[in-house]
């Protein structure tokens, strides 16, 4: 004899409580987990044009901390989709957010990436998200290309794309390098020097260990956005990392580039 289990019904007051354990949250802010999170939220809504109701894909979700952020409002009438290379966040993610909200979904895919997971089969330079074109209204993908070297970091924008319906928006961060940044890197301003050239328009900041940060010239991105489909909503977003566009009062540490799909 069985017994249908009773249907997963939307909780925001108990996902509002959520955090995960200290060495998840690790890396995703620690203590300022849910704060940082929040901080997120805010702008892919005034900046990037997140509504209630959308189809949301996360590219490297991690422990949750944007899925926890955009609960409130996708909710009921939106839906969440997030994959990660690493499995125990995802883990995680499954077991305490998906009972709480069952427009939320977490995959994790064993995706060779030589900082987070080295041991991965699949190749990210050749990887197929999973699923369907035209599915998602809004992608995001922060502290993603950041750890990706060129062919995976192109691969992953023309996924990007992909998935997007017509008109819909990704919201993709990246240490970008221009004249004024590398002047900032030169003069010892910047967080972050990126030293080694290792393809044309990418540099890394360590040889031994090139996806633990790496960066890409202003130019290489625009031509894989629009080489990919991807229609940059002008200016890009500069962060606080490389201290060259201060005056813009960043709010984030990495610069960031919004785009629609044609």
């Not at 890394?204 to 290489?220: D, F, H, I, M, S």
Request: charged share 20%; hydrophobic share 40%.
């Amino acid at each position: 004899m069985t017994t249908d289990r009773p249907p997963v019904k939307f909780r925001p007051e108990e996902l509002a409580q959520l955090t995960p354990p200290p060495q998840l949250a690790e890396g995703h802010g620690g203590p300022r987990f849910r704060e940082l999170g929040a901080s997120w939220l805010e702008t892919f809504r005034a900046q990037a044009g997140l509504v209630e109701g959308q189809r949301v894909l996360d590219v490297g979700c991690g422990a949750g901390r944007m899925a926890l952020a955009l609960a409130p409002v996708l909710g009921e009438s939106g839906s969440y989709d997030g994959f990660d290379v690493q499995a125990e966040p995802v883990a995680w993610c499954r077991t305490a957010i998906e009972p709480l909200w069952p427009r939320a979904r977490f995959q994790q895919f064993d995706v060779n990436n030589g900082w987070y997971h080295p041991a991965g089969s699949l190749d990210a330079a050749a990887l197929r998200f999973p699923y369907a074109d035209a599915t998602f209204d809004f992608v995001l993908m922060t502290s993603v290309c950041t750890h990706l070297l060129a062919g995976a970091a192109r691969n992953y924008l023309a996924e990007t794309c992909r998935v997007l319906r017509p008109g819909g928006r990704c919201l993709i961060t990246f240490f970008i390098l221009d004249e004024r940044v590398h002047a900032s890197m030169a003069a010892g301003a910047a967080r972050h020097s990126f030293p080694y050239e290792v393809e044309p328009g990418c540099r890394v900041l360590y040889l031994e260990q090139p996806e633990k940060a790496v960066a890409y010239e202003e130019a290489t991105l625009r031509a894989w956005c629009h080489g990919t489909g991807l229609e940059i909503v002008e200016p890009l977003r500069r962060g606080l990392w490389s201290s060259a566009y201060a005056e813009r009062g960043p709010r984030h540490t990495q610069d960031f580039v919004i785009a629609t799909a044609r």
